[in-house]
T-cell receptor, first 109, second 118 residues
């Protein structure tokens, strides 16, 4: 059964820093991997989707990578802003959706 | 972009009553929708997969007679929490896939419904 782990569980950085969030998974036979952000009490916002055949995706200040062989994905956030403060979830799709526990990010002004 | 709505956004009910939550894909058709719940300070957990025109597939440990799912059309799935109890209080979120209907579809999530059972 697919297990998804996100490290760190929480992260606090000053505004302007570049940061990396990590996601690891145990079963490399995935269809795709998505990164979401979740604001407190709200639903999920899709950030980036990486298909199984891709190695990375970029959107603005965000870059997500995928290494299936090692069971890892990273979400890189450049020049962090206070508005980036949220919980970031890694979701693996291999015939169903498996969620990591999330990384709670706080960007201090 | 693809939009998924949920109604209601918040509901408070008495123990023993039933509550229906709607999930709609507003500008696309979704053969499959997913229902999740999130308890405080925990990650989202998949409850069931809702397939249009057929029975839902429930995850282990989720009571199908308690959480009734109906996927009546390609744009609407409903989750009914029957005989709700305080331990059912949670944040319920649905998602729908946008694409060819396959497993590579991007998932779009509804805004969620916060259920509080008194």
């Amino acid at each position: 059964k697919q297990e998804v782990t996100q490290i760190p569980a929480a992260l606090s950085v000053p505004e302007g820093e570049n940061l990396v969030l990590n996601c690891s998974f145990t079963d490399s036979a995935i269809y795709n991997l998505q990164w979401f952000r979740q604001d407190p009490g709200k639903g999920l916002t899709s950030l980036l989707l990486i298909q199984s055949s891709q190695r990375e995706q970029t959107s603005g200040r965000l870059n997500a990578s995928l290494d299936k062989s090692s069971g890892r994905s990273t979400l890189y956030i450049a020049a962090s802003q206070p508005g980036d403060s949220a919980t970031y979830l890694c979701v693996i799709n291999n015939n169903d959706m498996r969620f990591g526990a999330g990384t709670r990010l706080t960007v201090k002004p | 972009g693809a939009v998924v709505s949920q109604h209601p956004s918040r509901v408070i009910c008495k123990s023993g009553t039933s509550v229906k939550i709607e999930c709609r894909s507003l500008d696309f058709q979704a053969t499959t929708m997913f229902w999740y719940r999130q308890f405080p300070k925990q990650s989202l957990m998949l409850m069931a997969t809702s397939n249009e025109g057929s029975k839902a597939t429930y995850e282990q440990g989720v009571e199908k007679d308690k959480f009734l799912i109906n996927h009546a059309s390609l744009t609407l799935s409903t989750l009914t929490v029957t005989s709700a109890h305080p331990e059912d209080s949670s944040f319920y979120i649905c998602s729908a896939g946008l694409g060819a209907g396959g497993l590579t579809d991007t998932q779009y999530f509804g805004p969620g419904t916060r259920l509080t059972v008194l």
